[in-house]
């Protein structure tokens, strides 16, 4: 096997090491640092030594299968949202009845509505989730760590932030990885859960690949596709190459353009455990909601 090849990435992620080398070893990154920590290495080979380390695997078609059994299921694993910069209090509001009402995973808003929907959700076991640095992944950490701490005072039990892709992409990893453990301790100590959003569709396979890495190692609870503001949204091949990478650490968020029950089954199916989307009533229909 040779750093050369060509990932194949596979639509069933419930794969062992090796196949997760493949991917790794493509994008020129030495797999047997990557268990130890953020620091990658170039390589030429990939030694069979290193096809020791297994990250668990996920049973997606499994998982897919019991989430589309009925649409009380589905509902269960979808974070209703609604982060549109001319959303209103009514939008709000109504965004949580209907949360409260299919009971999904989540109602994700932005900051400022986090009270609004922290109070219109009291009592029906729906958490509230609020995005952090968003969409554009450019805040200080200090302002992230402040804006983490604030709304989840206010309530929030879900955080998704974007990760600083400018330094991502400037080659500065431990300054991505600082501000995502930065994030993480500050929602783990209030037993809040972090989502990382990566924004693939600005990303090549490697900045894909380390950026999944550093996020897990940080101590991201869900890495995420995409914010839904940038050129491109969720793809199964994507979803299949981050859980790939993941094996059973952490969830795989999918969002971004998600808009009709095909679309979804084929990002279960890909390796999903968590769905964003604006579209879920809708797609709930689909399944026979009411």
């Known amino acids: 096997m040779r750093a050369s090849t060509q990932p194949q990435v596979p639509l069933n992620c419930g794969k062992p090491a090796r196949a997760r080398l493949v ?4 994008a020129g990154l030495d ?3 990557v268990t130890k920590g953020i620091t990658f290495m170039k390589q030429t080979a990939v030694q069979e030594s290193s096809l020791d380390f297994d990250y ?19 509902a269960a694993i979808i ?8 959303a209103t209090r009514t939008h709000i509001e109504h965004l949580c009845t209907d949360a ?7 109602a994700v808003v932005n900051p400022v509505w986090v009270p609004v929907a922290v109070s219109v959700l009291a009592g029906t076991g729906i958490a509230v989730g609020a995005v952090i640095g968003s969409p554009l992944g450019g805040s200080l950490v200090s302002t992230l760590r402040q804006e983490a701490a604030a709304i989840i005072r206010l309530g929030a039990r879900e955080l998704d932030m974007v990760l600083p892709i400018g330094l991502l992409k400037s080659g500065n990893h431990a300054a991505v990885q600082r501000t995502v453990h930065t994030v993480a301790v500050a929602a783990h100590h209030h037993g809040a859960v972090l989502k990382v959003t990566l924004e693939t569709s600005l990303l090549t396979m490697e900045e894909k690949l380390r950026a999944a890495e550093i996020s897990i190692q940080a101590g991201a609870d869900f890495i995420k596709t995409s914010t839904g503001s940038a050129t491109g949204g969720a793809t199964p091949a994507d979803v299949a190459l981050l859980r790939g990478i993941s094996g059973a650490r952490c969830g795989i968020k999918a969002s971004g353009g998600i808009r ?3 679309q979804l ?3 279960l199916e890909a390796g999903a455990n968590r769905i964003g989307c604006s579209a879920s009533v809708a797609i709930l229909r689909e399944l026979g909601s009411d």
């Open 79 to 86: 974070d209703h949202t609604l982060v549109k910069p001319g």
């Open 265 to 267: 089954r084929a990002l």
């Open 260 to 262: 009709n029950l095909a």
């Open 100 to 106: 409260a009402r299919y009971r999904f995973a989540c």
């Open 31 to 33: 797999a047997s640092r």
């Open 56 to 74: 668990g695997s996920f049973d997606s078609a499994g998982f897919a299968a019991s989430s589309l059994a009925n649409w009380p299921s589905l």
């Open 23 to 26: 991917l790794l070893a493509a």
